[in-house]
Each structure stands twice: as C-alpha cells, then as structure tokens.
C-alpha cells in the first residue's frame, strides 16, 4: 500500500501558503486583532447547519449592469468603498477591508491565498484540527479568533469586522448579518477556480487571482502527464469510508461531482470504474460489490473514528478483497479531507504535488 502521510501533505501545504503569502504582500486585516474572542460543499464534521434554515438567500437580478450569475462586479467608488454585486446582491463594502470575518473553511484557504489575513474564522472542529483552526494553515492563522457555526452572531459582532464573508452555512442570513457589517457571499463551486476569480474581481485582486489559478492549472498539468504515464486508462475507484460503510464516488457531469471525482475525472482525465455511477456524487457501495472490483487503483479516504478504521484495516487484510488488483498490487492511496474533499487554491496546489508524490511507478 502506498499512503499518503497526513502530516506531510500539512507540511506541503503549509509551505505552499507562506510561499503564496509572501508573493502577494500578505495583507494583514487581523494587525489590531488581539486574538481575542454534494453538489453542495461537505461540510466539517461538527458543523451545524442551523444557520440555513429559511428562504434561499441568492436573488436574481434583471438590471442592465447586473453581473452574470455565480458572478461578481465590482466598482470602487471614491476610493473608499467598492460596489460589489455577488449572488444577485449589490452590497458597497470597504476598497481595502481591514477587519475581515470569514464563515465557511474554504473561504479561509481561498482569502489567505488572496493575501488577506481574517480577524475571525469559523472553529475547524475535525480531529486534525490545531488550536480549532485548519492543519495546513494553523501556524498563519494563530492569534485569530475562532467561533462555532450557529445563529449566535455575537462572535462576529465582538470581531468588529468591516467586511463579512458569508459561507455555505450562512447563505440564508445575508440579511441579517448585513447588520452587523457589509456582507458579501461566494457560491461554493467544485471548480473552486471560479470562486477564487471573482473573489479576486469582487476586491480588486484580479491579478493576484490568476496568479494563483495559473500556479495550480501548471501542477495539474504536471501531474495530469505524471499519471498517464503510470495509470494511463486502467480503472480508478475513489472510497469514502464514513458510518461503517463504503462510499464509492461517481462520475457524473461536473454540475454534480464532488472534489474527488473532480480531481481525478475532470481535470487528470483518468478512468472511473463501471461501478461509478454518473448521476450524482456517489452512492454507498456494498462490501460484496466491492470484492468484484476491476479497480486497478484505490483512493481511500477514511472519516478518523475507529469503527471506519478497523473496516478499513479488514479491507487491505481480509483474504476475501485480496482479488481486487488495487490490493493485490498495493496501489492503494490513503487520502485525507484535503483538497479531495474541499479547499481553495493552498489546498488544491499543494494536492496535485502530494499526488505525484504517493503515485509513482
């Protein structure tokens, strides 16, 4: 079996973010913070989803200079003030926001990448976490405030912020937020590339954007070529382990992937196996169907608790999966949540390097 180790695809992309950090000035919105205080993103395992309850929060917009859907539009006005339009709201926000809050995980990979330090971040509470923040961006990140997902907004109003970064969870309370400070949100997309750009457009940060985008497209070229050479058209089965039970991610229309199959059918261009289906994410997949497996090679990603490690442990030991040519040829990848199961441009750069690495002949 081939891994891939937790703690060095940390440490690649802690180093991907000081790098990224210092090529874009790092401008730092937490300076006088005293550190107090499925076609639809996955959410962190602790994350609540209560702040969702209600209408959908995206409006169309039907005037001449509206921006396109899932775009932004900005126009600074005076110096001071940008007007930004995002899901279908117009909203003036600060031209250089100094005291930034950010609500989803991925918007902190994406803004850090922007060269924009938050004042406040949501608490990652999955068991890699390090003082609640991301593994791969903790060390950046210490001195910035944590607060838990909920309606409770009293965390982000002690931040004093100038500029809200609504996410995914909070996508239904743009209203009520915008009490509080200028609140801009950011459709989440699998081609994170789309968000990172008119993140960039929304803030001024155009160029700094397609720098970064430039960055990962050249790494996934480098390791598209990397995997032809080795796997060329042999199948390809991605596994979630979660609940005591197999996840077997599919391939369907970008419109419906996860990450995962993002990363290795769209943009590495390998081959699913039959079993994947093509109408959505993926599906639970049976231990018996699994033992037919044509997958030559096998990306494991397994939820940290000790029943879906002991399954996984009975999979690569067990005589009864031994068949399957992945096992068989220890060409099996143990993945972790990034990028295969979110991120932004830290996560997703970092991650092609990672694949080279544990995919060689």
């Given at each position: 079996?081939?891994?891939?180790?937790?703690?060095?695809?940390?440490?690649?992309?802690?180093?991907?973010?000081?790098?990224?950090?210092?090529?874009?000035?790092?401008?730092?919105?937490?300076?006088?913070?005293?550190?107090?205080?499925?076609?639809?993103?996955?959410?962190?395992?602790?994350?609540?989803?209560?702040?969702?309850?209600?209408?959908?929060?995206?409006?169309?917009?039907?005037?001449?200079?509206?921006?396109?859907?899932?775009?932004?539009?900005?126009?600074?006005?005076?110096?001071?003030?940008?007007?930004?339009?995002?899901?279908?709201?117009?909203?003036?926000?600060?031209?250089?926001?100094?005291?930034?809050?950010?609500?989803?995980?991925?918007?902190?990979?994406?803004?850090?990448?922007?060269?924009?330090?938050?004042?406040?971040?949501?608490?990652?509470?999955?068991?890699?976490?390090?003082?609640?923040?991301?593994?791969?961006?903790?060390?950046?990140?210490?001195?910035?405030?944590?607060?838990?997902?909920?309606?409770?907004?009293?965390p982000i109003l002690s931040a004093e912020p100038d500029l809200i970064v609504a996410g995914y969870h909070h996508r239904?309370?743009?209203?009520?937020?915008?009490?509080?400070?200028?609140?801009?949100?950011?459709?989440?997309?699998?081609?994170?590339?789309?968000?990172?750009?008119?993140?960039?457009?929304?803030?001024?940060?155009?160029?700094?954007?397609?720098?970064?985008?430039?960055?990962?497209?050249?790494?996934?070229?480098?390791?598209?070529?990397?995997?032809?050479?080795?796997?060329?058209?042999?199948?390809?089965?991605?596994?979630?382990?979660?609940?005591?039970?197999?996840?077997?991610?599919?391939?369907?229309?970008?419109?419906?992937?996860?990450?995962?199959?993002?990363?290795?059918?769209?943009?590495?261009?390998?081959?699913?196996?039959?079993?994947?289906?093509?109408?959505?994410?993926?599906?639970?997949?049976s231990l018996e169907a699994f033992t037919a497996s044509e997958a030559e090679h096998l990306?494991?990603?397994?939820?940290?608790?000790?029943?879906?490690?002991?399954?996984?442990?009975?999979?690569?030991?067990?005589?009864?999966?031994?068949?399957?040519?992945?096992?068989?040829?220890?060409?099996?990848?143990?993945?972790?949540?990034?990028?295969?199961?979110?991120?932004?441009?830290?996560?997703?750069?970092?991650?092609?390097?990672?694949?080279?690495?544990?995919?060689?002949?």
């Amino acid at each position: 079996m081939k891994p891939l180790h937790k703690l060095g695809l940390v440490l690649a992309m802690a180093m991907l973010a000081i790098g990224l950090l210092a090529g874009c000035g790092g401008n730092d919105s937490s300076e006088t913070n005293n550190g107090a205080a499925n076609g639809q993103p996955a959410a962190a395992d602790g994350d609540t989803a209560g702040a969702t309850n209600g209408a959908e929060a995206s409006s169309s917009d039907d005037s001449d200079d509206a921006a396109p859907d899932g775009e932004a539009d900005a126009e600074e006005t005076e110096g001071a003030t940008r007007t930004v339009t995002t899901a279908g709201r117009t909203t003036d926000i600060p031209a250089q926001p100094e005291r930034i809050v950010l609500t989803y995980d991925d918007d902190v990979d994406h803004f850090m990448a922007l060269g924009l330090k938050p004042v406040a971040v949501p608490e990652y509470q999955r068991t890699d976490n390090i003082d609640g923040y991301l593994p791969y961006l903790a060390e950046e990140l210490q001195g910035v405030q944590t607060f838990p997902l909920s309606t409770d907004f009293e965390p982000i109003l002690s931040a004093e912020p100038d500029l809200i970064v609504a996410g995914y969870h909070h996508r239904e309370v743009l209203e009520e937020l915008e009490k509080i400070a200028p609140t801009v949100y950011f459709e989440w997309k699998v081609d994170w590339r789309d968000t990172h750009l008119e993140m960039g457009r929304a803030l001024g940060l155009e160029a700094q954007a397609q720098a970064n985008v430039d960055a990962f497209n050249a790494e996934t070229e480098t390791t598209r070529a990397h995997l032809a050479e080795i796997i060329g058209d042999e199948p390809v089965a991605f596994i979630r382990v979660r609940q005591n039970q197999l996840e077997l991610y599919g391939a369907p229309d970008i419109s419906a992937a996860a990450s995962a199959s993002f990363i290795l059918y769209n943009l590495l261009g390998l081959t699913p196996v039959q079993d994947a289906t093509t109408e959505t994410w993926g599906e639970v997949y049976s231990l018996e169907a699994f033992t037919a497996s044509e997958a030559e090679h096998l990306f494991l990603f397994v939820q940290e608790n000790e029943d879906d490690q002991a399954l996984v442990e009975e999979l690569l030991s067990s005589n009864l999966y031994q068949n399957v040519p992945a096992i068989q040829k220890g060409q099996v990848y143990m993945v972790s949540s990034y990028p295969w199961e979110r991120g932004g441009p830290i996560a997703f750069t970092a991650g092609m390097a990672e694949i080279r690495e544990m995919v060689k002949p």
